[in-house]
C-alpha cells in the first residue's frame, strides 16, 4: 500500500516586522491596563500585561511577583531615556526596532539588556558586528565583553588581528579600555605590528591618560582662580566704602592679590602647553593621528559619540593597569638595545611591579636562546607571533 503524502499552502506568519496585531495598541491607552511613569522626567506610557509579560520576564516578574509593583497602576521606571523606553515598548507591540547608528545600537542595547529582551539585544549586537570600524572597535569589543556576546567578541578579534598595525596609529587606541588591550594583545596571528611599536603604544596609552588626569587638574584650578578673581573684584570696589587711611593699604592689596593670580594662571597654561606638546610629540613618534580637541575629542566618547565603557579602568587607573598589560608583551622578542636604552631609561615603567622579571626573562632568552632547550618550557612571551604581510 503506498500513501501519498499530501501537500498544504504554508501558512503565512503573522510574527514579524510590520505584520503583528499589536501593533495599534504600542502606547495606547485602549485596554490598558498598567502605566509606565520615567521618573526622570514624569513621562507617562500606556502598557498591557498580557503583551508586555510574553514579550519580557523582565515584564512578567514586576506583575507576578507579588510586590507592590505588581499592585500599583503606575510602575516607576529609572535608567533609561524617555524616547529609549518608547521605542522598547514600541518594539514588544511590532517586533521590529529601526536602529540608527552604532551609539543607538548602544543605547539599545543597554535598555534591552535592563528589560530582558533578548532578541532586542541580539539584534543591536549584530548590528555592532556590521559596523565595525577603526574609530569603534575597541568600544565595541568592551561592550561584546560585558554582555558576553561570543560572535561580537569573535568579530573585533577578527577586525583588530586584520588592522592592528592601523589601529594603533588611530586616536582611538588611546581610549580603549585596559581589559579590551590585554585581550587584544593575545592575539597570536595577523597583521601584528612588532614588539618594540606594541610596547610604545601601550606605554603612551597609560601615558595619556596621566596627562588628561594633569590637564584636568589644572582646568580646575583655572575654576578656583576665576572664583578668587571675582573676589578680588569685589574687593575693589568696596574700597570706596573704607576710611580715607584705609583706602591705599587696600587698594595695593588688592593689586598685589591680582598679580598674584595672574601670574599663577600664566604657570598653570605654560604648564598645559608643555604637557599637551609633550603627548603630541610622542603620538607623533608613535604615527598616531591628531584630533582636533574641538571637535568632540573627548575621552569619554569616540568620534562617531559613542560613549565609553568604564569598566573599573578609569583614566586614573591606567598606571595600575599598565602593569598587567605589559605581561602581554613579548619582551623576550625585543632587541636588547630597545630594552637598555628605552624601557630601563623610563621610571615611569621602572617602577612598576613585574617589570624587572620582564626584563629578566628577556635578556635571559637572548643569552641563552634555545640552546639547551629552553624554548620548549618557555612562556608565551618567548614564542614569535605569526605575523601576517599586507600584500
Keep these: 500500500m503506498t500513501i501519498i ?26 485596554f490598558s491596563d498598567i502605566r509606565f511613569c520615567i521618573k526622570a522626567t514624569g513621562t507617562l506610557f500606556y502598557g498591557h500585561k498580557a503583551i508586555l509579560s510574553a514579550m519580557s520576564p523582565w515584564f512578567k516578574a514586576i506583575f507576578t511577583s507579588g510586590m507592590r509593583e505588581s499592585y500599583e497602576s503606575v510602575i516607576d521606571i529609572e535608567g533609561v531615556d524617555p524616547a529609549i523606553f518608547s521605542r522598547l515598548l514600541h518594539y514588544c507591540y511590532t517586533f521590529s526596532m529601526d536602529i540608527q547608528s552604532v551609539t543607538d545600537a548602544q543605547a539599545i542595547l543597554k535598555a534591552a539588556d535592563q528589560f530582558q529582551l533578548t532578541k532586542l539585544r541580539d539584534e543591536a549586537l549584530r ?48 581610549r580603549a579600555r585596559p581589559n579590551v588591550l590585554k585581550m587584544a594583545l593575545q592575539i597570536d596571528e ?31 584650578d583655572d575654576d578656583d582662580d576665576d572664583d578668587d578673581d571675582e573676589e578680588v573684584v569685589v574687593e575693589e570696589t568696596g574700597v570706596g566704602n573704607t576710611t580715607p587711611s584705609n583706602s591705599s593699604s587696600s587698594a595695593s592689596t588688592t593689586v598685589a592679590k591680582t598679580n598674584e593670580h595672574h601670574h599663577h594662571r600664566s604657570q598653570q597654561q605654560q604648564q598645559r602647553q608643555q604637557l599637551q606638546k ?6 607623533d613618534e608613535l604615527g598616531i593621528q591628531h584630533q582636533d580637541q574641538d571637535e568632540g575629542d573627548d575621552d569619554n ?55 624587572r622579571d620582564l626584563l629578566f626573562e628577556a635578556y635571559r632568552h637572548h643569552a641563552v636562546g634555545d640552546a639547551v632547550g629552553i624554548l620548549d618550557n618557555a612562556s608565551f612571551r618567548c614564542k614569535p607571533r605569526h605575523i601576517r604581510s599586507d600584500e
Design 301 to 355: 566618547t569616540t568620534g562617531d559619540g559613542l560613549f565609553l565603557v568604564d569598566d573599573g579602568g578609569g583614566m586614573e587607573d591606567r598606571r595600575a593597569n599598565l602593569a598587567e598589560i605589559l605581561q602581554y608583551i613579548r619582551f623576550p622578542l625585543i632587541q636588547p638595545t630597545f630594552l637598555v636604552n628605552v624601557v630601563e631609561t623610563d621610571p615611569f615603567v621602572m617602577d612598576l611591579p613585574g617589570v
Design 5 to 30: 503524502k499530501s501537500e498544504i499552502d504554508i501558512v503565512p506568519s503573522v510574527v514579524g516586522p510590520g505584520l503583528s496585531p499589536f501593533a495599534d495598541y504600542a502606547n495606547s491607552p485602549e
Design 127 to 174: 548590528y555592532m558586528r556590521q559596523e565595525i570600524t577603526e574609530s569603534n572597535i575597541w568600544d565595541i569589543w568592551a561592550w561584546s565583553d560585558i554582555y558576553d556576546c561570543d560572535r561580537t567578541r569573535s568579530a573585533c578579534l577578527r577586525f583588530v588581528s586584520n588592522h592592528f598595525v592601523d589601529l594603533i596609529k588611530n586616536p582611538a587606541w588611546l
Design 278 to 283: 609633550g603627548q603630541l610629540k610622542k603620538t
Design 190 to 220: 595577523g597583521l601584528i605590528p612588532s614588539e618594540e611599536v606594541l610596547y610604545e603604544s601601550v606605554v603612551s596609552w597609560a601615558k595619556h591618560g596621566m596627562i588628561n588626569k594633569a590637564l584636568l587638574l589644572l582646568s580646575d
